[in-house]
């Protein structure tokens, strides 16, 4: 591998590890999602929800003389509670998500978020191993598994979005509002350079093409 190839390969890699920390924290934390009810009473307390891809977290928020409807924000205090998905761990108790969440959605985004980890573990073994003499072949399969890790974390975050959109529709909740919050952002970042690296890796890894008309002629092997 050529010096130049070597910088821009190394380049891209430092870009691609900031999609990795991105990516793992979207898979790790629990605020994809941001849910709250109709406040009808001031004065008391409402309880709002934050959820990820493996539990949801409720945390009971004191309402002041507002005329704002909605409880929230999340980042007001209040006495907080996290348990696992119940289709992930049966042990833990998650009554008020039992009607909310879906639990196809929610095992589907969590095994496709799963995937997108494999790809890219597997994306950063192969570019690691490209730095080794006569192994600069092995920045395509890299360029490809990356490239898959961002459709696989994209594809997780459409079946999330769904999901809520099918929580706040139904008649069973009480939810009226949400909004994405920031693991959800970083979902969505990693998935663009994830996607935008992999592209990236693949035009590096291309054989240059001759500048002039004679120079292919002039590496071409000698006839016998």
């Known amino acids: 591998m050529s010096e130049a190839k070597a910088l821009k390969v190394r380049l891209t890699f430092c870009i691609i590890l900031v999609g990795v920390c991105l990516l793992m924290a979207a898979v790790v934390t629990d605020h994809w999602a941001v849910l709250s009810p109709r406040v009808e009473k001031y004065n008391t307390t ?22 704002d409807k909605s409880c929230g ?21 998650s009554e008020i998500f039992e009607f909310t969440t879906q639990k196809e959605f929610s095992i589907s985004a969590a095994a496709i978020a799963i995937f997108s980890i494999a790809f890219m573990i597997m994306g950063t073994i192969f570019i690691l191993l490209s730095f080794r ?3 600069e072949y092995l920045l395509k399969p890299a360029a490809l598994f990356y490239t898959f890790a961002g459709l696989c974390i ?26 994405y919050s920031w693991s959800f952002a970083c979902a969505c970042t990693s998935f663009v350079l994830f996607f935008i690296c992999g592209i990236a890796l693949l035009l590096i890894s291309l054989p240059r093409m001759p500048q002039n008309p004679w120079e292919s002629c002039m590496d071409a092997e000698p006839e016998h």
């Open 154 to 179: 994209i594809v997780s975050v459409e079946v999330t979005r769904q999901s809520v959109k099918r929580m706040i529709d139904s008649e069973e909740t009480v939810w009226i509002e949400y909004y």
């Open 46 to 67: 409402c309880e709002a929800a934050h959820f990820g891809l493996w539990r949801l977290c409720t945390k009971r928020i004191y309402m002041g003389n507002t005329n």
């Open 133 to 135: 003499k006569k192994r």
């Open 73 to 93: 924000p999340i980042s007001l205090p209040g006495e907080k509670n996290c348990s696992y998905f119940r289709h992930f761990n049966p042990g833990e108790s």
